[in-house]
């Protein structure tokens, strides 16, 4: 898809409006990771190089229309002046004439913090009027939060009609990368889909056109079950046993391999006390419920991946908040970063679990964006995206 981006505007001596994905985890007020704020700063130091200054929005958390302390954009200030290295001022509230006053007063490289966007419920509405008095306070607007593409908000698609708009950085790389893995990644190309249910996943692998697939996960045991095995307690979605096996039909004749778990890692209950007992057989006993993958499937993963030009992952491999049943996920996350073809995790939980293993910094790309790459690796139109079609 091909999008306006920030190299075709000029942001000098300009108020640049610019929407970024903030939403970072806090506790006790303290950000406990600032990926997300580390991932804007390219477009935020761009603009501010060119001699810009910055008017900043973003949501954080849910507070559901209504102005919450415990969401407030003022608990990321400080880090923000911290990683741009810039005055940055803190805004009352989101609009209003003394927040129109402060954009008006900004000085080039100076910032204005927005409040939370989402403290007004005109932003989830994308009501017009909300959208109009986001407008006073820029010249043209950026949109740089890939994560928040997926909504039609009024920060994210409706604003962009009433200003010169274009994407960030981040964001045109998110859409070029998602881009190519759906219309020419290079081949071998291999797509790992995990996660608990084929009905959030069932899209994404009929719209990837990989030469292997990987399915593993809660999902793999309604597959599992289209070619008669038996899944004991574990995970199936009765109603998407014939999606499934349509799927597989499918990929055979597109001489598509697709791998199912070969073994399994199980307990008899789900829960962090259970028990893990190893399975070796593509079977699960009766009474109990699979929760992450063997060592023989892993090695198949192995063998896959050892000559793959592109992988993409999405979903984890077994329940890997239990410490018990994450060994299947922090193995594949593994493989991956020694994975010498492109790699690509995609979608909260893949993202979540090569950042607890601390390996993101070996997989090519870590998308910022959970329900916004699932929903790009559908092949569904994003509306934060869309608007800033050429």
């Known amino acids: 898809m091909s999008i306006r981006t920030i190299k075709d505007m000029d942001p000098r001596g300009k108020r640049v409006l610019v929407r970024v994905d ?5 506790k006790d007020g303290r950000i406990m990771d600032d990926t997300r704020m580390l991932a804007a700063l390219p477009t935020l130091k761009y603009l501010l190089d060119k001699g810009a200054s910055l008017v900043i929005m973003s949501h ?10 415990e969401f407030s954009l003022s608990l990321l200030k400080d880090h923000l002046a911290e990683i741009t290295r810039a005055k940055v001022i803190m805004a009352p509230d989101v609009i209003g004439e ?21 403290f007004y419920r005109g932003e989830t509405d994308n009501s017009v009027e909300f959208c109009s008095e986001l407008a006073e306070l820029g010249d043209m607007y950026i949109n740089d939060a890939f994560g928040a593409a997926h909504r039609a908000h009024a920060s994210t698609e409706g604003i962009a009609k009433m200003l010169p708009s274009a994407a960030g950085l981040l964001m045109e790389k998110e859409c070029r990368i998602f881009d190519e893995i759906l219309e020419n990644p290079p081949t071998p190309f291999v797509a790992i889909i995990g996660g608990a249910k084929v009905s959030s996943k069932i899209a994404v692998l009929e719209s990837l ?12 045991y309604t597959f599992l079950k289209t070619q008669g095995c038996q899944i004991g307690n574990s995970l199936v979605e009765i109603e998407y046993v014939d999606t499934a096996r349509s799927f597989l039909a499918s990929a055979r004749e597109r001489n598509a391999e697709v791998l199912l778990p070969l073994d399994h890692v199980v307990g008899s209950d789900f829960s962090t006390q ?8 593509v079977d699960v006993p009766e009474g109990k419920i699979a929760m992450d993958i063997g060592p023989k499937t892993i090695s198949a993963i192995s063998r896959l991946i050892a000559d793959a030009r592109t992988v993409i992952w999405n979903g984890p491999m077994g329940v890997f908040e239990f410490e018990a049943f994450a060994r299947g996920t922090l193995k594949v996350a593994q493989i991956l970063a020694e994975c010498k073809g492109t790699t690509i995790v995609g979608g909260g939980d893949s993202v979540a679990a090569v950042n607890k293993f601390k390996l993101a910094d070996s997989i090519d790309h870590v998308s910022t964006g959970g ?12 509306p934060g995206v869309s608007v800033l079609k050429e």
């Open 22 to 26: 903030f939403n970072v985890p806090l």
């Open 60 to 69: 954080l958390g849910r507070p559901k229309g209504r102005v919450d302390p």
């Open 98 to 118: 003394k927040v129109v006053a402060l954009a008006r007063g900004l000085k080039p490289g100076e910032i204005l913090l927005l409040e939370n966007t989402r």
């Open 209 to 220: 056109r990989a030469d292997v697939f990987v399915i593993a996960g809660g999902m793999a």
């Open 274 to 281: 259970a028990t893990p007992e190893y399975v070796d057989s």
């Open 371 to 382: 329900g916004a790459s699932l929903e790009y690796l559908e092949g569904k139109a994003l």
